[in-house]
């Protein structure tokens, strides 16, 4: 392709190039022609009364003899002079030729022309020496109104032919160097753009192979280190994620092998020894029921979190009314609350409060922190369920008076399985999901949750949602749709 | 038999499954002691000297692993054999039960106890001779 692009570049400059040299030629030999002719007609002059008196047999004074302007011109190697006269015998010649000898026009043509008053130049190709063309000018020698004679400056073009020649030579390898610098450069510049993306090409079929912690080099032209920067940015992420993904499908597998590994081994043990241990069934065989139950919630919450995290979700938001949600939960947990002997209100003092949300997400927000709220609360204790409007949100709490958390296990709460009491606590029946369920509900409905505790005192959760206009709520009870076109 | 039965230390953070165990364990003629996390693990292992440790690797506060490094730069206790429990279940934690030269073998969650058992007893018999 480079090959190619070069020709086409190389070629109308071949071309200029002979053509320029061709030009050149020509106009040098018109250069010459004019020269020559000036020096001719002037030595014509000089010559023409000397050779008047050839016919007279009388020399005026301060006439040249032919001879004499013939040796001037002598030492001069590229010009010759012949001077013949009237009736065409060569008279002079500054190389000596021919002397006394009428005109050979056959070697030396246009010298009769001249004789006859018509001056003539022409370029005599000789056919003994390539090299050896001549310009021939003949002049006549005008004296008295008469041609006395004719002058003629034969001049070879040698020297001229090899000026242009050399000329020509230097341009030609000047093109030939500018096409070669042009095409070195090409090869350059396309290297240099095309090589870093081979390279980088190849890194990224490495990345996407699976090679995430391979980086790609930055280096090479602008363009090309910024995609490189990006892509190496592109990977690191992808790193983490990745990384991410591999502890969690890690965490999951121990979490649910956990169960399954007590499941397994009380069914074992009782299959083997049971017989002769009768009190192995009365001991385990609840405890397979209630680590199966766990297994299945467990399940259960991580298919809602993969769900909720899998970025299709998107809570169906309608207006709902909180105090209806909080009753809900509060009504659902009220015997579980009962047997606990906790305390279980709901203080809503706006009955119209209301929020834009997933009625069943929500009421699932507000199930999982009271089953929290009453598991880790004594007897005697209370949950408060509160719910008030601020600035167009709606801030509710989940208050308890129980246990609390340790502050150092506050900043993991919202973890996925994370739990603040150890497996072999007997309230090990949680699976750590339910608040990383919460968070993942309120953040995808455009709220906040936080906790606070003070250790043995109690806990507390608030959550903030964007609130809902009280319009729309206002027209699903039952009032006329006119109300609002009133306003 | 009068010689006494070998003693075997099960370090173990879920109760029920570090119970079994030992159960399990006493049933088939051995001496059976419970640590259910890292620290009292050590501890135990210091103490009483076990003819082989049981050790899950996922426990809290010391896991597993440094367990096995601490019993390693121990002289007196570097010839205890361990056998690994673990629940991750993945190639890594596998790979990485090779580097201790006391780990006498690996078990992923959920094994079947009597597995364990068996081993439990081969590795004795390996030790003895
Ligand atoms: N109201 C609360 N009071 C004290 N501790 C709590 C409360 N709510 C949650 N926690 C702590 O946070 C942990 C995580 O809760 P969660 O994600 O709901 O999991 P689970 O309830 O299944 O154990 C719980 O194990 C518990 O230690
Ligand atoms: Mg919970």
Redesign the interface.
């Known amino acids: 392709m480079i090959t190619g692009s070069l020709l086409i570049l190389a070629l109308p400059l071949l071309v200029f190039t002979l053509a320029a040299s061709s030009v050149l030629w020509r106009f040098y030999l018109q250069q010459l022609e004019a020269d020559i002719a000036a020096q001719a007609l002037l030595m014509a002059d000089t010559v023409a009364p000397s050779l008047a008196a050839v016919a007279t047999g009388h020399l005026p004074d301060g006439a040249f003899s032919p001879e004499a302007i013939a040796s001037r011109w002598r030492r001069r190697s590229d010009a010759r002079i012949t001077i013949a006269d009237a009736r065409g015998v060569v008279r002079a010649s500054s190389v000596g030729e021919g002397v006394g000898a009428p005109i050979d026009d056959t070697r030396r043509p246009g010298m009769r022309t001249a004789l006859s008053g018509r001056s003539n130049a022409t370029v005599w190709r000789s056919p003994n020496f390539v090299n050896e063309d001549t310009m021939y000018v003949n002049v006549p020698a005008w004296y008295g109104g008469q041609v006395t004679g004719v002058v003629r400056v034969a001049h070879t073009l040698t020297s001229l032919r090899k000026r242009v020649a050399q000329l020509r030579q230097t341009l030609l390898v000047a093109v030939l160097l500018y096409t070669l610098a042009i095409g070195l450069c090409t090869v350059a510049f396309a290297a240099s753009i095309v090589r870093p993306a081979e390279r980088l090409q190849r890194d990224a079929e490495r990345i996407a192979g699976g090679d995430l912690s391979h980086r790609v080099e930055v280096r090479g032209p602008e363009e090309i280190t910024q995609l490189a920067r990006t892509l190496n940015h592109m990977t690191s992420r992808l790193e983490v994620l990745e990384g991410l993904r591999r502890r969690y499908v890690s965490d999951v597998s121990h979490e649910l092998r956990t169960p399954l590994t007590a499941i397994r081994s009380m069914a074992e043990t009782i299959l083997k020894y049971g017989d002769s241990d009768t009190s192995l069934r009365e001991r385990y065989l609840p405890r397979i029921l209630t680590q199966t139950d766990r297994l299945a919630r467990m399940v259960t919450q991580l298919l809602d979190l993969a769900q909720i995290e899998s970025g299709h979700y998107v809570p169906a938001l309608t207006p709902l009314s909180l105090a209806e949600v909080l009753d809900e939960v509060a009504l659902t947990n009220a015997a579980r609350a009962a047997d606990l002997g906790v305390a279980l209100d709901v203080r809503v003092s706006d009955r119209a409060l209301s929020v834009r949300g997933d009625r069943d997400r929500l009421v699932q927000v507000f199930m999982n922190l009271v089953d929290n709220a009453l598991r880790y609360t004594p007897r005697g204790g209370a949950v408060t369920l509160s719910a008030l409007s601020t600035r167009g949100h709606v801030e509710v709490t989940v208050a308890d008076t129980g246990q609390g958390v340790p502050p150092e296990h506050l900043p993991h709460l919202f973890d996925r399985f994370y739990r603040v009491e150890t497996a072999r606590s007997p309230l090990a029946g949680g699976t750590g999901l339910g608040l990383a369920i919460v968070r993942q509900i309120i953040e995808s409905h455009g709220g906040r949750i936080k906790v606070t505790s003070s250790h043995g005192k109690g806990t507390l959760f608030l959550i903030e949602l964007p609130g809902a206009s009280p319009s729309p709520l206002a027209t699903r009870s039952s009032n006329p749709p006119t109300t609002e076109s009133q306003e | 038999m009068t010689a006494t039965p070998p003693t075997i230390l099960v370090v173990e953070?879920?109760?029920?499954?570090n119970d079994?165990?030992q159960?399990?364990l006493v049933?088939a003629g051995y001496r059976a002691l419970a640590a259910?996390?890292g620290r009292a693990g050590l501890a135990a292992v210091r103490q009483h000297l076990p003819d082989l440790v049981l050790l899950d690797v996922?426990l809290?506060g010391i896991d597993g692993w440094d367990i096995c490094n601490a019993l390693l730069e121990d002289p007196a206790l570097r010839h205890i054999p361990v056998i690994i429990f673990t629940?991750?279940?993945?190639r890594e934690d596998f790979d990485h039960g090779h580097r201790y030269a006391n780990v006498a073998g690996y078990f992923?969650?959920?094994?079947?106890?009597?597995d364990v058992i068996e081993h439990v007893g081969r590795v004795l018999a390996d030790r003895q001779r």
């Open positions: 953070d879920q109760e029920e499954v079994l165990l159960y399990n049933r259910y996390d996922m809290p629940a991750k279940g993945s992923i969650k959920p094994y079947a106890t009597s």
